[in-house]
């Protein structure tokens, strides 16, 4: 379970976060959506102790976030970062199977290498892209590639930051699936962004939408089509009309 | 009167900022040096960089040695030649190339090839995010980039400085033999009996400490690197200088410290 109170984040005089209040149940599927450059990727960098927030609390499993061993706190976390974010002096097999060769999840070279291909293909990529290196595959591979990585070592809670953009709906659906199983299969947590109006739908147990640095609307998935809130409805149907300002 | 308090304010402002950028590079190099000691090592990082930072260093510093080396030895026999002294060439060539311009201009040459690397290569992890992916992956950045190459350059660049020495006092005997006539056998034999032990010790411990300024240099700029290629570009002029500089002033002070009467 991750808790997050009034937290607040600025960037010079630019608020980006100004008090969310969000609570992750433990074992569930969270989206989060909300225009680009709300601070979705800030919110989830707070969580993590990437990004200081300037106010606020986080607690995971009822302990702060920012006291006791980081090592530790960090261990129960997989993060897909919205870039990518993949080792390019690294082989594909080595920035899947980092965690595996290193610290205290080591394990002999070759069953590491054996892990990174078995995740690898459940991101529907072959064995034939594990001694490439980063610069060599497409963006959507990258993607693919690092969500294998952030899944890799099996956390407990992991973060994706538009796991979809960038991929084929036909690939988009396998991913969709594939972080739909991580939660009811192995039973972890999952935060997710994104943009992407059906990823959500067969992701998601519940949804929070963040507009303006707040939590606009929280509530199960389900409840979403009926929800009355305008800003919601204007970011569901993906109308130009609505409350939320657009520039044109 | 306000120019005054202006144009000391100004000042007053610059020796606060250089005040607290030096203690943040102090600061920066007193954890890389806890995070080399302290496990988990990285021995593959750290043979990764011996290999970049020392190995494929060498020619570069190879043919600075060799040049300068020839350069000297015809200035300080054209030097000598005025008080009909050219007998000091091999000497003044071996002290010379051991004592300063081996350890200096190898680490400026090194300065320039791997800060600027180490800078370009950090910056680029932190502007892409793969600094703070490794974060994630329960792997300390300082541990795991920072110190292998702060330890590899602290240990190669005097190797680099004894090749250079070596190579240097090579080019002089080059050059007294084929163009100043000098005897080869008499000239060897001349710089072996002159060179003493801590000429070419000093030399390579100066070399240490350049290899460590170099590499904290580019990691410093490279991990605080700002945002974009432009913050990239920025970082690896600012690791290039900053090493350079370091460098020569640190040159003075050790020279102070090993030689003055
Ligand atoms: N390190 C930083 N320094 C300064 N400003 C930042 C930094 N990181 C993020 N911001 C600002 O914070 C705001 C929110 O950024 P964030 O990346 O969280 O947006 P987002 O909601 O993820 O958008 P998108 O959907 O486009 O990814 C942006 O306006 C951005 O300019
Ligand atoms: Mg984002």
Redesign the pocket.
């Known amino acids: 379970m991750i808790e997050l109170a009034g937290l607040h984040?600025s960037?010079?005089p630019?608020a980006?976060l100004r008090g969310v209040d969000l609570s992750v149940p433990k074992g569930t599927s969270t989206v989060i959506i909300?225009?680009?450059?709300?601070?979705?990727?800030?919110?989830?960098?707070c969580i993590l102790g990437l990004?200081e927030p300037d106010a606020g609390t986080i607690t995971v499993d009822g302990r702060p976030a920012r006291q006791g061993d980081r090592d530790a706190f960090l261990a129960r976390f997989g993060m897909l970062f919205?870039g990518g974010a993949l080792f390019d002096s690294m082989p594909v097999w080595q920035n899947v199977a980092f965690r595996l060769l290193r610290g205290t999840l080591k394990m002999p070279r070759a069953a590491a290498r054996e892990v990174a291909l078995d995740k690898l293909r459940r991101v529907g990529l072959g064995p034939e892209v594990a001694d490439l290196y980063p610069a060599e595959l497409s963006g959507g591979m990258q993607k693919r590639v690092s969500l294998a990585r952030a899944i890799a070592a099996e956390p407990q809670i992991i973060f994706f930051?538009?796991p979809t953009t960038g991929l084929d709906p036909i690939m988009s659906g396998v991913i969709n699936r594939l972080i739909r199983e991580i939660v009811t299969e192995m039973g972890a947590t999952a935060l997710t962004?994104t943009?992407d109006m059906s990823s959500v739908r067969a992701i998601a147990d519940r949804v929070a939408m963040?507009h303006a640095g707040k939590i606009r609307w929280e509530g199960p998935v389900s409840d979403m089509d009926a929800a009355t809130d305008p800003y919601l409805t204007q970011f569901i149907s993906g109308s130009a009309d609505g409350p939320i300002e657009t520039l044109r | 009167m306000s120019v005054v308090t202006a144009s000391f304010g100004t000042l007053g402002r610059q020796v606060l900022g250089t005040l607290a950028a030096i203690g943040r590079v102090t600061g920066f190099a007193l954890r890389v040096l806890v995070h080399m000691l302290r496990p988990p090592y990285y021995p593959r990082e750290l043979v990764g960089q011996l290999l970049a930072i020392g190995w494929f260093s060498l020619p570069v510093v190879g043919l600075t040695a060799l040049f300068t080396g020839g350069a000297l030895a015809l200035q300080i026999y054209a030097g000598g030649a005025r008080f009909n002294a050219e007998a000091v060439v091999p000497s003044i060539v071996a002290i010379g190339m051991a004592r300063e311009l081996g350890p200096v201009l190898g680490g400026l040459m090194v300065a320039g090839r791997v800060a600027a690397a180490i800078a370009a290569e950090l910056g680029t992890m932190k502007v892409t995010e793969q600094i703070d992916a490794l974060t994630t992956l329960s792997t300390n950045p300082m541990k795991f980039l920072a110190a292998p190459r702060v330890l590899a350059a602290t240990l190669t660049v005097p190797l680099l400085v004894a090749v250079g020495d070596a190579i240097g006092i090579m080019g002089g005997w080059l050059v007294s033999t084929s163009r100043l006539g000098f005897n080869s056998a008499v000239y060897l034999q001349n710089t072996a009996d002159f060179l003493q032990v801590w000429d070419v010790g000093s030399g390579l411990v100066k070399g240490a400490v350049f290899g460590f300024l170099v590499a904290l240099m580019g990691c410093y700029h490279g991990m605080n690197s700002g945002?974009g290629a432009q913050g990239v570009g920025r970082a690896t002029t600012n690791a290039v200088v900053s090493a350079s500089v370091l460098i020569l002033a640190s040159n003075y002070l050790l020279t102070e410290a090993f030689f003055s009467a």
């Open positions: 984040k960037f010079g630019k980006v909300g225009g680009s450059g709300t601070g979705k990727s800030v919110l989830l960098k990004v919205q930051d538009e962004i943009h963040l | 945002r």
